[in-house]
């Protein structure tokens, strides 16, 4: 199969080239800068097309990795000149805007999938890997589709606007968070902070860090870019001003009603019970 991935050198660019090799398959790669795009289809030993319509000319399938805002825009580009029955795939965090490109493009005669990949490029494999499925024209026949080019994860299936409403959950407040917790301890010596830090602020660290060396215009997009995002940091920031003010006033009695009230809600995850034995083996793979 002929795949043709836009956008292939970028960090989830690279992670499905070296996937799609690794099953047999033709790459041939495109992306906003040339060069760097040409010296990663050198080294990934794929081809490389100078632009965005070449490099999906007779492919069987074309995956859309670029940036979240020039998403659709690429999508309309490129539809109609992807032959008919191919494949057109996506995998954006976010969908609403996009999901609407690819009905368009479907027009066209091509197979829509719009898909994010619940996985980073730091990932191994993509046995145990989920990925989320956003129906677009066909959900059945998008699923399979889906399963057919990645056998080894599992499905989700989620509409675009229950998808976009849980990325506000799911990315822009931790990322928010932890931006935030960044922007604070980072202006202190993190190495004598490191020394004296039992669990929690080592696994906080690792995590901001990590969070931190996403792309900036990535950032941008993830809390910019999601409808619900400033609904969902106005309601973070209510909860952390109510509990700063009985802080402030020393509400001991208020503060411990509050405690209880948030582990209650917490108890109702499966892995609560086992939250606290799992950090110390979270600790013992970062040593």
């Known amino acids: 199969m002929k795949i043709s991935i836009i956008g292939g050198y970028g960090r989830m660019g690279r992670w ?26 050198e080294a990934a030993g794929v081809d490389f097309a100078e632009n965005n319509i070449e490099a999906v000319k007779d492919a069987d399938l074309a995956v859309v990795s670029v940036p979240i805002p020039v998403t659709a825009k690429v999508i309309r580009e490129i539809a109609p000149h992807v032959k008919k029955g191919a494949v057109v795939a996506e995998i954006s965090s976010l969908k609403a805007d996009i999901v609407e490109a690819l009905v368009e493009a479907a027009k066209f005669g091509i197979k829509p999938l719009s898909l994010h990949p619940l996985f980073g490029p730091g990932a191994k494999k993509m046995g145990g890997q989920r990925i989320a499925v956003v129906p677009v024209v066909d959900r059945d026949v998008e699923v399979e589709l889906a399963e057919n ?16 409403r849980a990325m506000a959950l799911i990315l822009s407040l931790p990322h928010f968070v932890n931006m935030v917790f960044a922007s604070v301890v980072g202006k202190e010596n ?28 990535l950032h941008a997009s993830i809390q910019m870019g999601n409808k619900y995002t400033v609904q969902c ?35 109702k995850d499966s892995g609560f019970s086992k939250a606290y034995e799992s950090i110390y083996g979270i600790l013992e793979t970062l040593q």
């Open 16 to 41: 499905f080239t070296r996937y799609f090799v690794a099953q047999g398959h033709r790459v041939i790669i495109s992306g906003a800068k040339l060069h760097k795009a040409k010296a990663f289809a």
């Open 149 to 164: 080019l990645f056998p080894e994860a599992e499905m989700v299936v989620v509409d675009a606007e229950e998808h976009d």
């Open 190 to 217: 993190l190495e004598a902070l490191k020394k004296l830090a039992g669990t929690t602020f080592p696994l906080q660290l690792t995590l901001a860090e990590s969070v931190m060396t996403e792309d900036s215009d």
């Open 233 to 267: 940091l106005e309601k973070f920031l209510s909860k952390a001003k109510t509990i700063e003010k009985l802080i402030a006033e020393k509400d001991k009695a208020k503060f411990i009603v509050l405690c209880d009230n948030i582990r209650d809600l917490l108890s």
